[in-house]
């Protein structure tokens, strides 16, 4: 018989210190050739990152989002964020998330693959849903990154409403965005850390 474990709910999770995020010092914003493959390097010395995508929102019914817009990826150390509208970038992106080997964890992931496999034309490797990782050890609802930063460090991960539904389609990303994004594969790499995988 599988243990349940409680998920704090939002209310108590409000109560919560704030999780240290990363700051724009430790942020790498790659939209140059020569920025993607010096992330390149940096990334491949890594056995696991965190990850994530943003894709512009979509108002109209109907409408198709052409995204995701930017790639995220994460080491405990350091973020970059990968724009996907620069040929270079989207060619190393490409590359990075076909590459095996190397675990890409996150957070509701399913959306993500589908839309990379259509934008990138790669099926990225080694991707780990960490919801199903939560869900294996009991955990009975939908984790998603604040359960689990509330869970794992009794910390609450804040998240802008603003930033998440901005233009991630824009070649000029704001401060605000960068920090939001990045700090999204930032958590989901120290959350795959205090699991032990």
């Not at 493959?37 to 990152?49: C, G, H, I, P, R």
């Not at 009794?154 to 991630?168: E, G, Y």
């Amino acid at each position: 018989m599988h243990t349940r474990h409680p998920t704090p709910d939002k209310d108590a999770i409000a109560l919560l210190p704030p999780f240290e995020r990363l700051g724009l010092d430790r942020i790498t914003l790659v939209n140059t050739g020569a920025q993607a493959s010096q992330a390149y390097d940096e990334l491949v010395a890594e056995t696991a990152w965190g990850f994530d995508t943003e894709s512009k929102p979509t108002f109209k019914v109907g409408e198709q989002s052409d995204g995701p817009h930017i790639l995220q990826l994460s080491t405990t150390e350091r973020a970059w964020v990968f724009q996907l509208h620069e040929p270079e970038c989207r060619a190393v992106a490409a590359e990075l998330l076909a590459l095996g080997g190397i675990a890409k964890a996150g957070f509701g992931l399913g959306d993500d693959r589908k839309r990379i496999i259509h934008k990138l034309g790669v099926e990225p490797a080694g991707i780990l849903e960490l919801n199903s990782v939560f869900r294996d050890r009991g955990y009975r609802k939908d984790m998603g990154v604040k359960g689990a930063v509330a869970v794992l460090f009794n910390r609450r991960f804040i998240k802008s409403k603003k930033a998440a539904t901005s233009n991630w389609a824009n070649v000029r990303l704001t401060e605000p965005q960068l920090v939001y994004a990045a700090n999204d594969a930032y958590a989901a790499i120290r959350v795959f850390e205090a699991l032990g995988l």
